[in-house]
């Protein structure tokens, strides 16, 4: 059997420049702004073609993945800079459980022309787990605990 796709987190470093701090952009073929809606979670999605690199640029949400018949959430926040790099074939969706709408700039690399059910939803072989979700969120000002598996 071979080894499930697994996502990447990569810290991002910055140059200080007088009161700002400059961080390099990702790489990409395609640059796509994501705004997800306050209070909502989303169901799971797959792309077959292309690897999506998250960074979050205002506020936060709850990234979703199943791996192996587990849910995995990961906590991405702007008070925390990191790329999340989903992919292709790992099942993934958000939540968003704040009152404020979260700005996700997502990187794209393209491996193939698109397919037709990259963004089709699959929705949930398992119903998450919100409490687990609410303990991420709780955590928000310790960076190190910034994720949580669930059955």
Same mark, same amino acid.
């Given at each position: =059997?071979?080894?499930?796709?697994? @996502?990447? *987190? ?7 420049? !007088? =009161? ?5 952009? &990702?790489?990409?073929?395609?640059? @796509? ?16 073609? &292309?690897?999506?690199?998250? $960074?979050?640029?205002? !506020?936060?949400? @709850? $990234? #979703? ?18 790329? *999340? ?19 996700? /700039? ?10 037709? =059910?990259?963004? /089709?939803?699959? !929705? ?8 687990? /979700?609410?303990? /991420?969120?709780?955590? #928000? ?11």
């Amino acid at each position: =059997m071979s080894k499930a796709r697994q @996502i990447e *987190i990569r810290k991002l470093e910055s140059i200080k420049g !007088g =009161m700002s701090d400059f961080f390099t952009p &990702q790489a990409s073929h395609e640059t @796509i702004l994501v705004q997800i809606p306050p209070n909502s979670v989303d169901d799971l999605f797959v792309h077959k073609t &292309q690897t999506d690199q998250l $960074l979050v640029v205002r !506020g936060h949400f @709850i $990234l #979703v993945t199943l791996i192996d018949k587990k849910y995995k959430y990961i906590l991405a926040s702007e008070d925390d800079p990191a790329v *999340i790099i989903i992919p292709p074939g790992v099942l993934h969706g958000s939540i968003n459980l704040s009152s404020e709408s979260c700005v996700v /700039v997502n990187a794209v690399l393209r491996h193939r022309p698109p397919h037709p =059910m990259d963004y /089709v939803t699959r !929705g949930r072989p398992l119903p998450y787990d919100l409490e687990a /979700v609410k303990a /991420v969120l709780r955590n #928000v000002e310790t960076p190190d605990k910034t994720e949580f598996i669930s059955n």
